[in-house]
């Protein structure tokens, strides 16, 4: 067996990490930074840095002539126009697919007939505890956005083909959008395993 390696039927050995104290070091609007010290499993201790988030939506919106619907906005801390699709933070209290329902219409002015989530995904493990729930929404009907008052965007639509070639290309290059359009890819084309 390689080491490293748990092979069929070896006995796992814990790897947990036991907080022993800790403390909020920035409390903002959208994050939480937090420092706890931990116990390792081979009992000696290390500080753990980490962005408390509240957990997102990301939302494959599938138009009636089978294009992907899309965003464009500028994204401050990387300086440059993103294109990613419909997303949004999960408000308190909410189900992840009423934040979908919700900001599917406030973005793009959508509202959708059938949703079917995807799949969960976890964008930056090493320093933040943020998923991301993946929906499918078809059967559209525009009705509108409601754009929030600090909120700028550019709503499009594009064939799910381009799309994955704007990844290839670069011009796509959101973790959420790019897990987004690959699950759209395994869906829509027949290939999801159950």
Do not use: C
Request: avoid cysteine; glycine fraction near 10%.
């Amino acid at each position: 067996m390689t080491k490293g390696r748990v092979g069929r039927g070896a006995r796992r050995k814990s790897l947990v990490e036991r907080r022993i104290r800790g403390r909020r070091v920035f409390d903002g609007v959208l994050l939480r930074v937090r420092s706890d010290t931990v116990r390792l499993p081979d009992g000696g201790t290390a500080v753990r840095e980490y962005i408390e988030h509240p957990g997102a939506v990301a939302i494959l919106a599938l138009t009636d002539s089978g294009e992907l619907v899309m965003e464009r906005q500028y994204r401050y801390p990387l300086g440059r126009h993103m294109i990613e699709v419909p997303a949004g933070k999960i408000d308190p209290g909410e189900t992840p697919l009423a934040t979908a329902k919700r900001e599917l219409q406030e973005e793009t002015g959508y509202t959708a007939k059938t949703w079917l989530h995807l799949a969960t995904i976890h964008i930056a493990i090493a320093y933040s505890n943020e998923h991301i729930e993946i929906y499918l929404a078809r059967g559209l009907k525009h009705e509108g956005a409601k754009l929030d008052d600090e909120e700028f965007l550019e709503v499009f639509t594009l064939p799910l083909v381009t799309a994955l070639d704007w990844v290839r290309e670069g011009k796509i290059t959101d973790t959420k959008t790019v897990s987004a359009l690959f699950w759209a890819e395994k869906t829509l084309r027949g290939r999801r395993r159950g």
